[in-house]
């Protein structure tokens, strides 16, 4: 694995400049996956180092075309973003196995799958991240360096920006799937230290939950929201916590999330608050 090189090549008929590696085996988990790699606009014009964003799920952020449910078209609000003058991120999207619940889970997800998401992080951060720095304009500081999800992969994102912090700054959390082996990260984000330039976003849709059981899922998030908050994170300054009365638990909700989420996390601006009551 450790004489492998990183080699992108151009998906011509995306008008973003989106990238795709060749496929990977990450030792411990199954099956093989490439990475995506967005590219700021203005990437072969200026001449500057640009903060980095990791997201999981790669294969779904982009256009419909290979998903299940359709993607995130998270290269518009990037695009636009630049047209607005705002931060515009490269932005590196970590494809997930055959088997996601286990490698997007810090712990056992379900009795007799092992939860192999350490193994994971390790790739990402100790085998790929070195790659990116070496053969990209990136900045190096960790609060430049952004980790996002969606679902599992929202929980793997809090998970991972709470226990490296030295590697990582700014976590975009939505519509998170906290329930892991009973909420395990309740307590995991009670015993770690964030440095103070950690910054949160975290989000659910008022309509992921089931009839039968009503959306616990909801409330749980809420709960994370006011945990940090008596970690001493403070509302509207390092954290922003979301709700979306009408989101439902798919990429057309997280996508017209996204404008939010970025604002705060890279501009620290936080809608009008009536549109974050629920």
């Not at 494809?95 to 990402?124: C, F, N, Q, T, V």
Request: hydrophobic letters at 35%.
């Amino acid at each position: 694995m450790s004489q492998l090189s990183l080699r992108f090549e151009r998906v011509k008929h995306w008008s973003s400049l989106i990238y795709r590696s060749q496929t990977f085996q990450i030792p411990g988990l199954d099956g093989e996956r490439p990475v995506s790699l967005y590219l700021p606009p203005d990437y072969f014009l200026a001449d500057k180092t640009y903060p980095l964003a990791f997201f999981f799920d790669g294969q779904n952020l982009y256009e419909d075309e290979g998903t299940m449910a359709g993607g995130w078209h998270l290269h518009r609000v990037l695009d636009q973003r630049s047209r607005e003058g705002k931060t515009v991120p490269v932005v590196v999207g970590i494809h997930h196995g055959p088997d996601r619940d286990a490698e997007m889970s810090p712990w056992d997800p379900y009795p007799g799958k092992r939860g192999k998401a350490e193994r994971k992080l390790d790739w990402i951060l100790n085998w790929l991240l070195p790659r990116l720095h070496r053969k990209l304009h990136l900045s190096k500081k960790p609060q430049d360096t952004l980790i996002g999800g969606s679902s599992l992969g929202g929980l793997l994102a809090l998970y991972a920006l709470f226990h490296y912090p030295q590697h990582l700054g700014r976590g975009l959390v939505m519509s998170p799937a906290l329930w892991v082996n009973q909420f395990a990260i309740y307590n995991a984000l009670m015993l770690t230290q964030p440095h103070e330039a950690v910054r949160v976003y975290i989000d659910h849709g008022g309509k992921e939950g089931c009839e039968c059981h009503g959306n616990l899922g909801f409330e749980q998030s809420k709960l994370l929201a006011d945990l940090l908050e008596v970690m001493h994170f403070r509302p509207g300054e390092n954290l922003l916590w979301n709700p979306d009365p009408e989101g439902l638990h798919n990429e057309q909700s997280w996508h017209r999330r996204l404008p939010t989420a970025l604002d705060f996390l890279y501009e620290g601006l936080v809608a009008e608050p009536e549109a974050l009551v629920v």
